[in-house]
Each structure stands twice: as structure tokens, then as C-alpha cells.
């Protein structure tokens, strides 16, 4: 996936949030398909899953609901599952191609949670950079409504 010429820091979005929540917890608000399906995406998303396969070399195929009625089609394949610790995976199309990871790190009875997405190209990068980080935060603030409805 890495570009020639570019550090892969060329071409990262990355967000981090401390969580209250344990890592066990976050972890299964990722692993557990029913409770992924509850939060993942931004604000005013739902999400519908065809497959999510939680094993390296699994996929996951999904489809976005959007606001205003658009379907987003994503389908992405698992390369490393470490419970409770870390997951990477490929988004593979259609429209953004890039590595995720998300590692999970205990932090005084809380989760600190790094979500990681390296890019093509710095051009693919640059492309998204507008609209990615306020997502990403707002999927954020979804995923911790989530854990405390779970605690």
C-alpha cells in the first residue's frame, strides 16, 4: 500500500480518544456485529451489514444509510485480530482505499483507542482530509454513547 517518496505519516489521518470504558468493552463494541451495527458512522448514519467475518482474512461488507438518503456502499477484509489489543483491516472500496488500525490501550480503568488510516498517496489523503477527521470524531462520540449504554 505505501506510496513511493512518502512516509506513511504523509499520508495518515489519525484520532484518538480516551474512552470511559474497559478494553474489554471498547474491543466488543468493534468485535460484536449487533453493536457495531448501533454506532459505526457519523452523525445521522445507520448501517446495515451483509457480512463481518472478525478473523484475518474475513470481510466485512456493509452498506452506509446516509441523512439524506444515499447508500454507501463499503466492503473492507480483516488482516489482524488481536483481542483485546488491536484490529487492522483494508477498506477496500469504493470510494476511499486505506489501512485502519485501531489499537486499545488500558489507561487507568478507561481505553485509550488510536484509530489510524494510512492512505495510497498523499493525493488520496489531501482528497478526504476535509470531511474525515470531523467523522471520525463524531463516530467517536456515537462509540462512547454506546459503551456507556452497555455498562
Known amino acids: 500500500m505505501a506510496s513511493i517518496g ?6 495518515e489521518i489519525v484520532s484518538t480518544r480516551v ?5 474489554e468493552r471498547v474491543f466488543r463494541a468493534f ?6 451495527a448501533r454506532w459505526w458512522g457519523p452523525d445521522g ?9 472478525f478473523r484475518p482474512g474475513g470481510a466485512w461488507r456493509f452498506v452506509m444509510h ?3 438518503g444515499a447508500d454507501y456502499r463499503n466492503e473492507s477484509g480483516f488482516i489482524e ?21 485501531m489499537t486499545f490501550a488500558e489507561e487507568a480503568g478507561k481505553t485509550r483507542l488510536t484509530w489510524r488510516m494510512e492512505f495510497e498517496s498523499v493525493a488520496e489523503l489531501e482528497r478526504v482530509r476535509a470531511f474525515i477527521p470531523a467523522a471520525n470524531e463524531q463516530n467517536l ?3 462512547q454513547a454506546q459503551l ?3 455498562a
Open 81 to 101: 485480530v488481536v483481542s483485546p489489543e488491536r484490529i487492522v483491516l483494508e477498506h477496500l472500496r469504493p470510494m476511499h482505499r486505506f489501512l485502519m488500525t
Open 45 to 53: 448514519f445507520t448501517s446495515t451489514f451483509q457480512e463481518f467475518d
Open 19 to 23: 474512552l470511559d470504558a474497559p478494553r
Open 141 to 143: 462520540d456515537r462509540l
Open 148 to 150: 456507556a449504554a452497555m
Open 66 to 68: 446516509g441523512p439524506d
Open 6 to 11: 512518502t512516509r506513511p505519516a504523509d499520508r
Open 31 to 36: 468485535s460484536d456485529p449487533r453493536v457495531l
